[in-house]
């Protein structure tokens, strides 16, 4: 997006509002880790803080069907909400602007853990985002409201559920559960951590969100930890997908401390922070309960920081309004390869390599004796169905190449008839290194047919995620690891305003020596 559009966009409103992606799965990172040590009188005694409400309230659809991958091992989604409510003094001190009766999802991060527990996707869907947003009914007030054009983030005022159903429509991506959290207890939980160590690569003075801090390293606490998420005009280019550079940043470095301080997993030290945060939390039914929360931690524990990838939804200006944003094109191809449970980490292995994938397959076989099986190519690529054809047959398979034409397709796919040919299909699925989630019933196929697509145009097993794959995924996408602590780019853009003179936040720092740094 051009430099001269994105600075303006909501430069009224933006510092009023908390920017919680940041703290809303901090919360539960602390929550969790807080608990998993504490027995059952912890358990009960946070049990009673912990709010809940209906996972989907849309009036059509759900929230999707999760499918496993070819050892019956689950994905798990959760959509991370931090909303701008001023529902209690608490939040209404933080967040300013009082007289404010809505509730918008301020921030949205959909966290997607794979199905192997190998890997993390965390992506931000800005929150200025226009799109066509679902009917919903909102059990808690009774109020409905109809289809409609809108900007994303607006569904939250008729209830989570409503915003899972908005985020559900826009990306085909199943939601398994939410997390919403607001204002109270972000500071006792910073400051619990010990601070969290940030970076930024100048001088910044963001006279919105009061951040000022000198160029370099950083522990912040406190309120100076709520600016430093809070910031947009200080980052980047100073708009609002700019200010996820300084959110993912701080999210990145708060799950290192987590993992790498042992005070975390005291019970004691942490059952004020883990009580202010229960009062804060509101999630779906199925995880309203403690020990559902830390089981939910122990998934997101399995990870490791160089697994765990943050990007941006895509997105161009709306022709209708300079100051929002439509989705890319590119962002349907991040949101495929979130469904199909790719990695979208740079692996240290050869997995995902075209060179691994090029290997012949290796067979488990889980039928008595190997069947037929009809290849079709769909791939676009030569000769992709002959190659494959004479793998299987070398692997003991009763394979012939299937002639036929047709249109290529976008996804490989094992199809099969009947329950009979379910089992083979599931053998020839782990033989290949394929997804069950690939596998489809056809009526029409009188033998197991493999159909090769363009996803899969080199080797003879199925690749999980090729370099240019995810490039291309990620693609404009401000991509970022959690392993890494590189410094925040601050905006050298006209961006801010002192003392009445619009100016770079490089700038009013310099100007502004009677102002405090935020961490002194």
């Not at 012939?400 to 329950?419: E, F």
């Amino acid at each position: 997006m051009s430099g001269e559009q994105q600075p303006v966009r909501h430069s009224t409103g933006a510092a009023r509002r908390g920017r919680w992606l940041t703290f809303t799965l901090y919360t539960l990172v602390v929550l969790l880790l807080a608990t998993a040590g504490g027995g059952f009188v912890l358990y009960t005694r946070l049990n009673a803080n912990i709010s809940s409400s209906e996972l989907y309230t849309g009036t059509t659809g759900s929230a999707g069907v999760q499918q496993a991958d070819d050892q019956g091992r689950f994905p798990v989604n959760v959509l991370v909400i931090g909303t701008d409510s001023r529902s209690s003094k608490a939040n209404c001190k933080l967040g300013g602007a009082c007289d404010e009766t809505h509730s918008n999802a301020d921030v949205e991060l959909l966290v997607h853990v794979s199905a192997d527990r190998t890997n993390i996707t965390a992506m931000s869907i800005p929150r200025d985002t226009m799109t066509d947003l679902p009917g919903c009914d909102d059990p808690a007030t009774g109020e409905s409201v109809g289809e409609r054009y809108g900007q994303i983030n607006t569904s939250l005022n008729y209830g989570p559920g409503c915003q899972v159903a908005a985020v559900h429509q826009l990306t085909g991506i199943t939601i398994d559960h939410f997390v919403l959290v607001d204002f109270a207890g972000v500071i006792a939980m910073s400051d619990a951590t010990g601070g969290v160590e940030v970076c930024v690569d100048n001088n910044v003075y963001d006279t919105y969100s009061h951040l000022k801090l000198s160029k370099g390293k950083h522990t912040l606490k406190g309120e100076a930890a709520l600016q430093f998420v809070r910031t947009r005009h200080g980052f980047g280019d100073g708009s609002d997908l700019g200010r996820t550079y300084g959110q993912h940043a701080f999210l990145s470095a708060a799950i290192r401390a987590l993992k790498d301080r042992g005070t975390l997993l005291n019970p004691t030290k942490l059952y004020g922070v883990a009580n202010a945060a229960t009062k804060a939390l509101t999630v779906d039914e199925k995880l309203s309960g403690i020990p559902d929360l830390v089981e939910l931690a122990g998934e997101f524990n399995k990870v490791d920081t160089d697994r765990i990838t943050f990007t941006t939804m895509q997105t161009v200006p709306d022709p209708e309004n300079p100051n929002r944003v439509v989705p890319a094109d590119a962002a349907q191809k991040l949101f495929d390869t979130i469904i199909a449970d790719r990695s979208l980490s740079k692996d240290k292995t050869a997995a995902t390599s075209t060179a691994t994938s090029s290997a012949s397959p290796t067979p488990q076989a889980t039928t008595s004796t190997f069947f037929s099986v009809q290849v079709r190519n769909r791939s676009g690529q030569d000769g992709r169905a002959k190659r494959l054809t004479r793998a299987l047959k070398t692997e003991g398979y009763i394979a012939a190449t299937d002639s036929s034409s047709g249109d290529d397709q976008a996804t490989s796919a094992i199809l099969y008839n009947g329950s009979r040919q379910l089992a083979q299909a599931e053998q020839l699925a782990t033989d290949l290194n394929m997804p069950s989630s690939l596998l489809a019933t056809d009526e029409e196929v009188d033998a197991v047919t493999l159909v090769v697509g363009e996803d899969w145009t080199k080797g003879t097993t199925y690749p999980k995620i090729t370099k240019a794959q995810r490039e291309e995924a990620l693609s404009d996408a401000h991509a970022s690891s959690a392993d890494k602590s590189g410094c925040v780019p601050v905006s050298t853009q006209n961006t801010v305003t002192y003392q009445g003179v619009s100016m770079s936040p490089v700038r009013a720092y310099e100007l502004a020596t009677d102002v405090p740094d935020s961490d002194a």
